[in-house]
């Protein structure tokens, strides 16, 4: 006996989308309350603790939707000392995150190493390279002092990933992490520094993955590695596994955090009891923020050319994916010819949506939608990911407001709409 059909959100949300379109205007970004916490739940569900589990902020920079997921079980994993800040910012100490990312300045690594040094360090900062971690070397020599820093290691995997070509991060020859033999080098400049503590591995496989193969072959990569390595250090004990959890349209199957962790109890038992890591990590993103965001537009023009079009007050400014790799993002109607749709039936036209910006390729995709016109108001789905932190003044558009909706229905302000005196 197959399953009903989950109840489309929606019809839920319905109410408060359009109560933050008028009381904030568009473009808006919504965040559901409800769905976030449901999306923490999974994944926290899937990889229990003692898992350390820091959210990659870089999917969702607005500090208000990092203090909610902190508040869900999750701290922050950051890849510059802007992102450090929101952390701080949202409420996280500087034990609750972790830095990584292929673009550490030596700014970076110098405030890593002044945290440390005054008694406030950071959980650990991932290496991508050698030449970083000589640089690493060089500032903890002047700075650090008698305290001490831990440090991991990005190893990548060499994988082939179930995913777009321009997400696939893990794959041999992409420009993050090192291979084997580069981080064992690595792991022995850090290690003959005083004060800097190598712990263990972090790799990421790629972003929206398709399936599990890679994943699994990767942490098997990973765990090979911490065990290597972690025979002559007896502190060699962490490994982090990345996230890349998909969010996939509706009606795509994908691979949920559950299916990915009934992978590890076979990959660790196929490691000696005493070589397994002591600390295992994961640092999901889009898989948190991704299905609980809605980006609320008005409609400003309707063309009959060719089929239906409609041009809305929105597009590759707040939400980049779909012009940046063809990224699809259902759009529904909220409202049809001035009218807030209720759930009856309509009638559903193909339809071409465009983005307001000077460029052709801010184009949104075709989608079944009812009879517009000027005014009317669409949702984008799936827009909690990479929309708010991709975002640019691009045509010298203000960012948009960041809207919460509470369990209640109600409305709280994360962020206020950014100002035309803040442009230039």
């Not at 893990?170 to 004060?195: H, T």
Request: with cysteine.
């Amino acid at each position: 006996m197959t399953e009903p059909p989950a109840p489309d959100p929606l019809a839920r949300l319905t109410p408060s989308l359009l109560a933050a379109a008028r009381r904030y205007g568009t473009p808006v970004q919504v965040t559901d309350a409800v769905e976030l916490r449901a999306a923490a739940a999974a994944v926290r569900d899937a990889f229990p603790d003692p898992w350390l589990r820091a959210f990659s902020v870089k999917a969702n920079d607005v500090a208000a939707i990092v203090a909610r997921v902190g508040g869900l079980g999750f701290d922050a994993n950051v890849v510059s000392r802007g992102e450090w800040a929101i952390a701080r910012r949202a409420g996280l100490p500087n034990e609750r995150i972790t830095l990584e990312g292929v673009g550490k300045t030596d700014a970076d690594l110098r405030a890593a190493v002044r945290a440390a040094a005054e008694g406030r360090p950071l959980r650990w900062v991932a290496i991508e390279s050698r030449d970083e971690a000589r640089a690493l070397v060089r500032i903890a020599g002047r700075s650090l002092g008698d305290a001490s820093l831990d440090v991991l290691f990005r190893l990548n995997p060499e994988v082939a990933p179930e995913t777009l070509r321009e997400l696939a991060v893990g794959a041999a020859g992409s420009k993050f992490g090192m291979i084997a033999d580069e981080l064992s080098e690595a792991v022995e400049v850090v290690g003959a520094a005083p004060g800097l503590v190598p712990r263990g591995v972090q790799l990421h496989v790629g972003s929206q993955l398709g399936a599990v193969d890679a994943w699994r072959d990767a942490v098997r990569r990973g765990l090979a590695v911490v065990a290597l390595l972690g025979g002559s250090r007896a502190r060699f004990d962490t490994l982090d596994v990345g996230g890349g959890f998909p969010i996939l349209p509706s009606g795509e199957g994908a691979p949920g955090p559950e299916r990915f962790a009934r992978e590890l109890p076979a990959l660790l038992e196929a490691i000696p009891a005493d070589r397994r890591p002591k600390r295992m990590g994961l640092e999901p993103g889009r898989a948190l923020v991704a299905r609980a965001g809605y980006l609320v537009a008005r409609v400003l023009h309707v063309r009959d050319r060719g089929g239906g079009q409609v041009i809305l007050d929105t597009g590759m400014a707040e939400l980049i994916r779909p012009a940046l790799y063809d990224a699809w993002h259902e759009i529904s109607a909220l409202t049809s010819l001035g009218r807030r749709l209720d759930g009856s039936p309509v009638g559903l036209e193909p339809t071409r949506v465009e983005g307001p910006i000077c460029e052709s390729t801010d184009h949104l995709g075709e989608h079944q939608l009812p009879a517009l016109r000027r005014g009317d108001l669409v949702a984008i789905r799936d827009a909690g990911a990479y929309s708010a932190s991709l975002g640019s003044a691009y045509n010298g558009r203000p960012r948009p407001p960041q809207v919460i909706v509470e369990p209640d229905g109600s409305l709280t302000l994360g962020r206020r709409r950014g100002s035309l005196a803040a442009l230039g």
